[in-house]
């Protein structure tokens, strides 16, 4: 296994378009998570799914995001109508657990978003 | 405001020197980790530390978590430019299943 993956690395678009990205978290991992980190900031929560149900969501997130996670496996962010506020890193991060608590991230190397 | 504050926020030292990087909350965690992030690239987990009081050394890293369990402390002996990075603490709440990030601690080591 080589890890997360999130595809693409980079995406320019112009305001008011929409945009999906892609994870593909290590397969063995069972939490999945979605963080969008803007520059001189650490990553804020955004949303995260154990196997293929959405857990939480942040309440930060407008209605213009959607997540999904079909079958457990890979997972999709869209964001609708997108507004120059939504440029940010957006990582995806996995994790193994069983029951409560929180255990180390793997993240990808994340995806660039710029909204001109 | 931050749930977790980091301190300093940026720090530029000579090859050779030490540091200590600090994470505090007035929250208790029932988890801290530290990531270490380069430009362009997703943060990569360096430890974990459970239990209050607890110290783990990774080489040159020495982590502590408070007795609390609400600050911890990252603390790099002889920095090489190698450690340059941005040095993130993220800290799991009691019964909660997701990790909050500190704003990060922008480190570089100078030749």
């Known amino acids: 296994d080589t890890g997360v993956s999130q595809d693409p690395r980079h995406k320019i678009t112009k305001r008011g378009q929409n945009v999906t990205f892609r994870c593909d978290p290590i397969?063995?991992?069972?939490?999945l998570y979605w963080y969008r980190q803007t520059l001189g900031q650490g990553p804020e929560f955004l949303t995260y799914?154990?196997?293929?149900?959405?857990?939480?969501k942040s309440r930060l997130l407008s209605d213009r995001f959607s997540a999904e996670r079909p079958k457990g496996s890979f997972s999709t962010l869209e964001i609708q109508r997108t507004e120059q506020g939504d440029s940010a890193m957006y990582l995806c991060?996995?994790?193994?657990?069983?029951?409560?608590?929180?255990?180390?991230?793997?993240f990808g190397s994340g995806t660039r978003l710029t909204v001109v | 405001t931050q749930l977790l504050e980091q301190s300093p926020q940026f720090l530029s030292i000579q090859e050779g020197e030490n540091l200590t990087v600090y994470c505090n909350s007035s929250?208790?965690?029932?988890?801290l980790q530290w990531y270490r992030q380069e430009p362009g690239e997703g943060p990569v987990l360096l430890v974990t530390?459970?239990?209050?009081?607890e110290v783990k050394k990774l080489k040159r890293l020495t982590f502590q978590f408070g007795d609390a369990r609400k600050d911890s402390s990252l603390h790099i002996t002889a920095a090489q430019p190698g450690d340059t990075g941005l040095y993130l603490c993220?800290?799991?709440?009691?019964?909660?299943?997701?990790?909050?990030f500190g704003a990060g601690t922008i480190l570089r080591v100078k030749s």
């Open positions: 991060a996995s994790s193994l657990s069983s029951g409560d608590g929180v255990y180390g991230y793997t």
């Open positions: 397969s063995e991992h069972n939490r």
């Open positions: 799914f154990q196997n293929e149900a959405q857990l939480e």
């Open positions: 929250s208790v965690f029932s988890s």
């Open positions: 530390v459970v239990t209050g009081g």
């Open positions: 993220a800290g799991a709440m009691e019964y909660g299943n997701k990790l909050v």
